[in-house]
């Protein structure tokens, strides 16, 4: 089947070659091949997917201001007062506004989508089917990279909305303790005051870390019955798939705050004389100096009756302990493994599916961390 397929490819590359000569545009080879007016309606059906796609990009804008509450930017406009701008009236106006935008826009879409289907049967039927999907997908690629633009704009529009609304209704001063020696800037205490629940995207992802849940996903479907593929094909889709996600990560557009409020945070969590943390209770945010929160610390693990202190040969690290750990515990599991049994069969064992999941996978050592209470020093 593979081999079948790259075939039929290299045959469809050689024929497309054959007919769109890399000395003429693509322009010139419908023009004289065809006719002036089968570009025309090539060059508006592609102007039609542009805008229907568009669309759909604003409907989903739209509808995400609904479901949070949110009203756009173009929908806030400007009243003879402050106080008109905070009534009930001047609220639910925006609404309505916001619904009937909605339904223009959907509306939009279908009329869009109606027309490219009427152009596209009249296409297809004076292109051959080759030179068609060859146009056609030449255009999609020029239309998908504008829209990946669009959609950034939108998602960055929406943040920066998010950001407005959540700034208007925190008050730093009540959110934000800062215990250290460090006097934060108007901004830092703007972003803090949002809490620390961003779950900012890292700017370049670490490949054998992003790998491992596909490998763990693996090792407990590998057994399973893949209906009509091999374990061997399941296994090559599983890895094409974590590959081409890994190469098609984009930081701006996992990015949930605004590239400012990214660089501020950034710059405050390079600041190695400080720690930011959330406060034991609540979303609280407590600032303490490192040396502060280290003596503090260290007094803590200095209590004997609660820990031990662990000591490392000289010839091993601590990768050398956790790694002896696991494979004990690999081997204990393995001694109470039942193979092929369910759970009402087994006495004091356990079964291979019991067994894959307690397996252990990558260990790492924990770190130990405290929160502060947000009304005194940790």
Not at 76 to 98: D, H, N, P
């Amino acid at each position: 089947m593979g081999v079948t397929l790259f075939v039929c490819t290299l045959v469809f590359i050689f024929i497309k070659r054959l007919r769109f000569p890399s000395n003429k545009s693509i322009a010139d080879v419908i023009r004289s091949r065809y006719s002036i007016d089968t570009l025309k309606k090539i060059r508006k059906f592609e102007k039609l997917d542009f805008k229907y796609r568009k669309s759909l990009l604003d409907l989903n804008f739209l509808q995400k201001c609904k479901d949070i509450n949110i009203i756009p930017k173009f929908l806030q406009f400007k009243v003879t007062s402050r106080y008109l701008k905070s009534s009930t009236a001047y609220k639910e106006s925006q609404i309505k506004l916001l619904n009937e935008e909605n339904k223009i826009k959907d509306s939009q879409s279908r009329k869009l989508l109606k027309e490219i289907d009427q152009l596209k049967l009249i296409i297809v039927k004076t292109l051959t089917y080759i030179d068609f999907i060859h146009v056609s997908s030449l255009f999609a690629l020029s239309n998908d990279s504008k829209l990946l633009i669009a959609e950034e704009r939108q998602h960055r529009k929406f943040i920066n909305l998010e950001n407005d609304i959540n700034t208007s209704t925190h008050d730093p001063e009540k959110i934000i303790f800062n215990y250290s020696s460090y006097e934060l800037s108007k901004h830092e205490k703007r972003v803090l005051a949002l809490g620390l629940n961003f779950g900012l995207p890292p700017l370049k992802l670490n490949l054998p870390s992003y790998l491992a849940p596909f490998e763990i996903l693996f090792s407990h479907l590998k057994d399973e019955n893949f209906y009509r593929y091999s374990k061997d094909e399941f296994k090559t889709s599983l890895k094409d798939i974590a590959y081409a996600s890994y190469r098609n990560y984009s930081f701006n557009k996992e990015l949930n705050i605004s590239k400012e409020d990214y660089d501020i945070l950034y710059n405050l969590s390079k600041k190695e004389e400080l720690v930011i943390q959330r406060s034991d209770k609540g979303n609280s945010v407590v600032i303490l100096n490192r040396n502060d929160y280290d003596k503090s610390m260290t007094a803590i693990l200095s209590d004997k009756r609660k820990f031990e202190q662990i000591h490392i040969p000289n010839n091993k690290d601590i990768l050398n302990i956790i790694l002896s750990h696991e494979q004990k515990v690999s081997e204990f599991l393995k001694t109470i493994r039942v193979e092929n049994k369910t759970r009402m069969d087994l006495n004091g064992g356990i079964t291979d599916e019991d067994y894959r999941k307690l397996l252990p996978i990558g260990p790492k050592p924990c770190i130990m961390y405290c929160n502060s209470n947000k009304h005194k020093k940790l």
